[in-house]
């Protein structure tokens, strides 16, 4: 089973952009589909991205399509979603997703001014 620690939230302003990183393991990752969820304030953890486990095939929630970009370096296993245009609405916590695995700790993500 894939262990899964985010890292790169903070506090950002609308309109800027933040990097976040996953690094998981073990090995077979580079089998793994991967992602990234997120579960703003009062609603559920929604799925935001995904990458096939060769970076080929990628899918967006329509509210980040445009702004946020998924990645993956199967060589560090290392996953990322680089986040651009943040407004106040994708403010929340982020989870590195693995399929088959789970959930990372998440991390936070404030865009405010």
């Known amino acids: 089973q894939a262990q899964l620690v985010e890292s790169g939230g903070g506090l950002v302003q609308p309109g800027g952009s933040l990097r976040l990183s996953c690094e998981a393991s073990?090995?077979?990752?580079?089998?793994?589909?991967m992602g990234w969820d997120r579960q703003v304030p009062g609603k559920q953890r929604d799925w935001v991205a995904r990458?096939?486990?060769?970076?080929?095939?990628?899918y967006y929630t329509d509210s980040v399509k445009g702004r946020f970009t998924v990645s993956r370096d199967n060589a560090r296993n290392m996953v990322y979603l680089q986040m651009n245009s943040l407004t106040s609405d994708d403010t929340g916590v982020y989870y590195c997703?693995?399929?088959?695995?789970?959930w990372g700790q998440g991390t936070q993500v404030t865009v405010s001014s």
């Open positions: 997703y693995s399929a088959p695995g789970g």
């Open positions: 990458i096939s486990h060769d970076g080929g095939i990628v």
């Open positions: 073990p090995t077979i990752f580079q089998t793994y589909t």
